[in-house]
């Protein structure tokens, strides 16, 4: 059965062509990796398509795919095929200063025949700029999280996001650009994830909500922030119960797990840094709740938190009871 990315449907189509492969990395040559077959269509901004492109695929995080073979037809369909199957994929199609780029979840890259994603737009490429940076470090059990979690809300925020067609160019030619639509993709999805919690509170929304601040802190801060499974579902059940702390209680918490300079008036500040950051805990709970503690512990200096490594992060919330 062929799956459809974003909602899109294309006609399967007989594509011919030449595309590019990447050097280096993960390779699937010689039959000891099942390989899958991604099409689609990529669409500029004005309708038109991409008639040609130079196409990487990079499994995520960081590994690119060697041996990749692909087409691209002057009607801007395309073929990228000998893909390692269950693993997220990264496609990037660039062309004179044009680039195109969209997340395959690990889900639709199968040996079950070819996989139809439906357009490559610049909507498209915002969200694949969100994930990278969201999972630029983060350990493959995080990576399937964002993306199977992240990927269909951040489209839904940037479409929201409602950028013009003009934007949309910019996006696609100026990386300055496409970063700051990203940035501002994973803040406004992060926050949408939390009101839907504060509405809804259920393990389901809770479990996407905490993908979404994960994905978040990764992104700003550049850093993984991992947490252990077992301490993940005991963070849920607190949130939704839920527990909540003063700032005296998570400055306690904070210099017990390796930030000796955190005080009362400093976790008071990272609160209402918080809040100003994702309007949204304002109506979860007016004091801080797990998640928000978990947030301002993880977040960097300078972005409401203390900076704490993954293993302090970790034993600060065993210092709140969670474990």
Not at 15 to 40: A, E, F, H, Y
Not at 171 to 183: P, R, V
Not at 270 to 296: C, G, M, V
Request: aromatic fraction near 4%; proline fraction near 6%.
């Amino acid at each position: 059965m062929t799956k459809y990315l974003f909602g899109v449907s294309l006609a399967a189509m007989l594509l011919t062509g030449c595309g590019g492969g990447g050097g280096g990395g993960l390779s699937v040559t010689g039959g000891s990796i099942p390989t899958g077959t991604i099409t689609g269509h990529l669409a500029l901004p004005s309708g038109q398509p991409l008639t040609s492109a130079i196409v990487t695929a990079t499994a995520l995080p960081s590994t690119q795919v060697s041996d990749v073979v692909s087409t691209v037809s002057p009607d801007g369909s395309f073929s990228v095929t000998n893909l390692p199957t269950g693993k997220n994929i990264d496609l990037r199609f660039a062309q004179s200063g044009v680039t195109l780029k969209v997340v395959v979840p690990g889900s639709q890259v199968h040996g079950n025949g070819a996989e139809n994603i439906g357009q490559v737009t610049a909507l498209t490429t915002v969200v694949a700029q969100a994930i990278e940076k969201e999972t630029k470090n983060a350990d493959p059990v995080s990576v399937d999280l964002i993306v199977s979690g992240q990927l269909e809300h951040l489209l839904n925020e940037v479409k929201a996001q409602g950028s013009s067609q003009s934007q949309q160019q910019f996006e696609i030619t100026d990386s300055n650009e496409l970063e700051k639509s990203a940035t501002s993709a994973i803040g406004g999805t992060a926050n949408t994830e939390l009101v839907a919690l504060s509405a809804t509170p259920q393990h389901h929304i809770a479990d996407v909500a905490l993908d979404g601040l994960v994905g978040q802190i990764s992104a700003i801060g550049g850093t993984d922030v991992n947490i252990p499974a077992q301490q993940r579902a005991s963070l849920i059940s607190a949130q939704l119960k839920p527990a909540t702390y003063t700032p005296a209680v998570i400055a306690s918490a904070l210099v017990a797990a390796g930030a000796p300079s955190a005080t009362v008036a400093g976790a008071a500040a990272a609160d209402a840094a918080q809040r100003i950051q994702l309007p949204a805990w304002n109506s979860i709970n007016p004091k801080i709740t797990p998640y928000e503690a978990f947030a301002i512990a993880a977040n960097p200096t300078g972005a409401s938190g203390f900076a704490l490594t993954p293993a302090q992060v970790s034993q600060f919330l065993k210092n709140l009871g969670i474990k």
